[in-house]
């Protein structure tokens, strides 16, 4: 058995990356080792571009003395597009202040690290969420149509925006051979659009003051905090994503079904939002659509009675797969390999044999 790969990591990013989540530390346990040093590592491992143009003298030295693989392994398409700018391109090279490194993309169009089966990746990287939905969904899964028609009809708020206000044009960034755009800012004017009736537009970037980053501890559990929040209070809940990608599927669309509003989404046919099984009717997908008139679309959605049987069928579904432990356990291995393999590929292209 060989043993396991050492890598070295840095930078104000290295905390997000599938091998720096504790939920996920169990999986690599005695597969993969941090090491302190670049030169003590099989490989260097950055999890944002500008981690890499930052890297350390020691990093480029040893880069250049030893030629061991230097490997962008980047979980976030918004990075990928609006720093990386190359977000297709499995080789990279980026300009470090010492000089430049040659480096492997991995990412979710150049890998298949993140093409989830049943779960996508990023509810896998915190154990709130399979707590938080198991019990949501539980409880949501007894509700039937009419109690949910009474329910929207109840909600304080015709509709609710929580996410970054980024109306940049900037962020209207697209490569459509891969199924790439960014939404941040096309999401800005949908709910800028938005004026009917009761509306929240959440966030700092909307209301002025602290970040719920910059809050940090002190907010405890931000995703409890926004269902408790949100749970109730809205009949339409945005849920666009920052970047379209078709295997990019964060809490967003859940958190929408969860509080028990209308989820409002953006995925064009080849997305992987439709392998969910969730009726069409259950939710709003606002792809191919300008702001206006996605704005107009839900003005005009119909809270009829077939959207309430879709919407109870549709939290069913959601209970079958967020209840279903074994679901979970094996959505977390197929990561696990997936990530190593994709490791043990760049180094034995690296070294030209198999294994270290």
Not at 178 to 194: K, M, Q, V
Not at 265 to 273: C, F, I, L, Q, T
Not at 274 to 294: F, I, Q, R, T
Not at 310 to 331: H, M, N, P, S
């Amino acid at each position: 058995m060989s043993r396991p790969i050492r890598f070295f990591t840095t930078g104000p990013h290295a905390h997000r990356s599938p091998l720096a989540y504790p939920a996920l530390a169990p999986l690599f346990a005695g597969r993969v080792e941090r090491v302190d040093t670049p030169e003590a590592a099989d490989l260097h491992l950055y999890a944002h571009v500008l981690d890499i143009d930052a890297a350390p003298d020691t990093a480029v030295l040893d880069w250049r003395a030893r030629q061991r693989p230097v490997v962008l392994l980047s979980e976030e398409p918004f990075w990928d597009t609006i720093w990386g700018r190359r977000p297709l391109e499995p080789r990279l090279v980026r300009e470090a202040r010492a000089g430049a490194l040659p480096v492997a993309q991995l990412n979710h169009v150049t890998s298949a690290i993140f093409r989830f089966d049943r779960i996508p990746y990023y509810l896998l990287t915190d154990h709130r969420f399979a707590n938080a939905y198991a019990a949501r969904f539980a409880r949501n899964a007894g509700v039937t149509p009419a109690d949910w028609q009474a329910r929207f009809a109840a909600a304080p708020l015709d509709a609710a925006f929580m996410f970054e206000r980024r109306p940049e044009p900037f962020h209207a960034i697209a490569w459509p051979e891969a199924g790439l755009y960014g939404l941040c800012s096309w999401r800005t004017e949908l709910a800028e659009a938005y004026t009917f009736g009761e509306i929240a537009r959440l966030g700092s970037s909307w209301q002025g003051g602290p970040t719920r980053f910059e809050i940090g501890p002190s907010l405890g559990d931000w995703h409890l905090d926004k269902l408790v929040r949100l749970d109730g209070r809205a009949r339409i809940l945005g849920a666009v994503e920052n970047t379209h990608q078709r295997d990019y599927l964060t809490e967003k669309l859940f958190d929408a079904f969860a509080c028990g509003a209308l989820p409002v989404y953006v995925a064009d046919p080849g997305h992987r939002v439709h392998d969910l099984g969730l009726p069409e009717g259950s939710w709003a997908n606002l792809w191919g659509m300008s702001p206006a008139d996605g704005a107009a679309r839900l003005a005009d959605w119909s809270f009829d009675a077939a959207f309430f049987d879709a919407y109870a069928e549709a939290q069913a579904r959601l209970a079958a797969l967020f209840g279903d432990t074994l679901i979970w356990v094996r959505e977390r291995d197929r990561l696990a390999d997936a990530v190593l393999e994709t490791l043990e590929a760049v180094l034995d292209g690296a070294t030209g044999t198999q294994g270290r």
